[in-house]
């Protein structure tokens, strides 16, 4: 089993979050000595991810709001300068809000896109050529099953996801042959307050109650199993991996079945 390189410099978004923080304690677990960049709009949070962390881990928090990108390349920058270069990204932040296309106000629209789509992608533009230069790096960018198939109410963030999903499978092909790991995570439900919010925003409905419901940390050791092996796709929990090969036929039954939004 091919083992990932010991990780010097990692960020990651959404640190402050379930999944985010889950990944942080996984990851500094997986590779003693990591300095990890916690990123997110949510202080407490962000102190909490921090304070979990093995010993063996350092870390420094950064409050960026990834609603607006173009602030991102100068922060970037001063990242790097103050802590060295960055061989790990986790894009991992993101925003829900489930309302059909005719009630969605575009300013929230326009939000849901930047944290989730235009952000995640400014952020592998950064990351990507200096890791291509070392021959060195890895880079999750956490997507959604929402991005695969058709679920009511999820116009814009189903859209974010599958841009993201696809812009991170084609960076895995074209950066795999410079040692630069990419990997792309469709998680299903998983126990968050984003998954609670998006929950409270639908009708209550037979399939909605039937889905089951992930763990972050058991999804965040999926992830980190994935960096070990050189694999490039996760899928969680694993009814969703059936959805994402029978596509055709999962979409069929979110067309007709997914919950309703309340708006
Ligand atoms: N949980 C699920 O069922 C599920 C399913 C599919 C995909 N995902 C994806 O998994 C990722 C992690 O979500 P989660 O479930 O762990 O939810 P979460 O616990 O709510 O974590 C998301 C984090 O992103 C932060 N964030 C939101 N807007 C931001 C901004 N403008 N700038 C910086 N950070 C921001 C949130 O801060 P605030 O709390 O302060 O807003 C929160 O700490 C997301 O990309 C999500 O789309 C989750």
Known sequence: MPSSPRLGHVVITGAAG??????????AARHPGVDLALVDVDDAGLARTAAALPATASASVHRWDLAAPDALPARWQALVAERGPVDGLVNCAGVM??????AMPWAVGRRVLDVDLTSPLCLMTLAAPAMVAAGHGVIVNVSSM??????????????AKAGLAM???????ELAGHGVHVVTVYPGPVASALERGARA?????????????GDPARMAGLVVRALDRGETRVVYPPLYALADRAVGLAS???RRYSPAPAA
């Open 97 to 102: 809000d489930v309302r059909t296309v005719a």
């Open 201 to 213: 925003q639908l009708r209550p409905s037979l399939l909605e109650r039937l889905m089951p419901m």
């Open 146 to 159: 929402a991005g695969r198939v058709p679920l009511r109410g999820c116009a814009y963030y189903g859209g």
């Open 252 to 254: 069929w039954v979110t």
């Open 18 to 27: 379930a999944i985010g923080g889950a990944l942080a304690r996984a990851l």
């Open 167 to 173: 812009a991170s499978e084609i960076a895995a092909v």
